[in-house]
């Protein structure tokens, strides 16, 4: 059974930084092939898509984290990041972890990320 632990949230000061990470794990799963996803969801709205890696390596972002945040991952760790600088109060939500192969998909646990004085 395919686990996605995210890791890294908390709070942080308006133009400070973190790095989220997901550890993947179970059977044969790797995060190198299939597209790994970062989605964050704030209260009373829907969860939306803001950066996505895929398998060949091309990156993605929503305009509002566009040259601020950056996808990445360690294909030996099988681990993907998302290392996210200066960080706004827009920035505040729960960040979801995501998996996807054109047969299956996955999602993490969820991790909080505060933004605030």
């Known amino acids: 059974q395919v686990q996605l632990v995210e890791s890294g949230g908390g709070l942080v000061q308006p133009g400070g930084s973190l790095r989220l990470s997901c550890k993947a794990s179970?059977?044969?799963?790797?995060?190198?092939?299939?597209?790994m996803g970062w989605y964050r969801q704030v209260p009373g709205k829907a969860r939306e898509l803001i950066a996505a890696l895929t398998s060949g390596g091309r990156a993605g972002y929503r305009d509002v984290v566009k040259a601020r945040f950056t996808i990445s991952r360690d294909d030996a760790e099988n681990v993907a990041f998302l290392q996210m600088n200066n960080l706004g109060p827009d920035d505040t939500g729960v960040y979801y972890c995501?998996?996807?192969?054109?047969?299956?998909?996955?999602w993490g646990q969820g991790t909080q990320v505060t933004v605030s004085w």
């Open positions: 179970g059977s044969a799963f790797r995060v190198a092939a299939v597209t």
């Open positions: 995501h998996a996807s192969s054109p047969s299956e998909q996955f």
